[in-house]
């Protein structure tokens, strides 16, 4: 398992994914089950999801976000499994912050004042990443603004 996973801290949640079932969350993955997706959402001001591949022929999706005066700075980056990645689209809060068009096996976005901030606002941002063969991973983290 990944060395992320295992280092799941109080206030933290995990949701994982077993082979022919649905995203189940909890705090921990019981015992015999073998995932075959896992994504961390670490609260507060630098949160990162991060969809941890346990086989190799899956992408893999890290998403970082900080409030700035003026909207969040938000990265997202995409690190493809076995085939390359060919499309990424990252959302914030229902629009669309990028639709792009990839030819190989890393993805790296920086977006500076993206969306609106404002005390108890509350955020989505969603990635989907699409390999050449037309397979979507798809990552999604929540926060709301304390101030």
Do not use: C
Request: proline content about 4%; hydrophobic content about 40%.
């Amino acid at each position: 398992m990944a060395d992320d996973i295992k280092k799941v801290m109080k206030g933290e949640k995990v949701v994982f994914e077993a082979q022919g079932t649905a995203p189940v969350e909890g705090a921990e993955i019981p015992e015999g089950v073998t995932p075959v997706s896992v994504v961390v959402v670490r609260p507060g001001k630098n949160s990162d999801v991060k969809l941890a591949p346990l086989g190799s022929d899956r992408m893999e999706i890290n998403m970082d976000h900080a409030r700035n005066i003026f909207g969040n700075d938000i990265t997202v980056a995409v690190t493809a499994g076995k085939k390359d990645i060919s499309r990424v689209r990252v959302m914030l809060d229902g629009f669309v912050l990028a639709k792009d068009y990839v030819d190989g096996q890393k993805y790296k976005r920086h977006f500076q004042m993206a969306g609106s901030t404002s005390p108890g606002r509350e955020h989505i941002l969603e990635v989907d990443a699409t390999d050449v063969d037309g397979s979507v991973e798809s990552a999604q983290e929540r926060w709301t603004d304390l101030i």
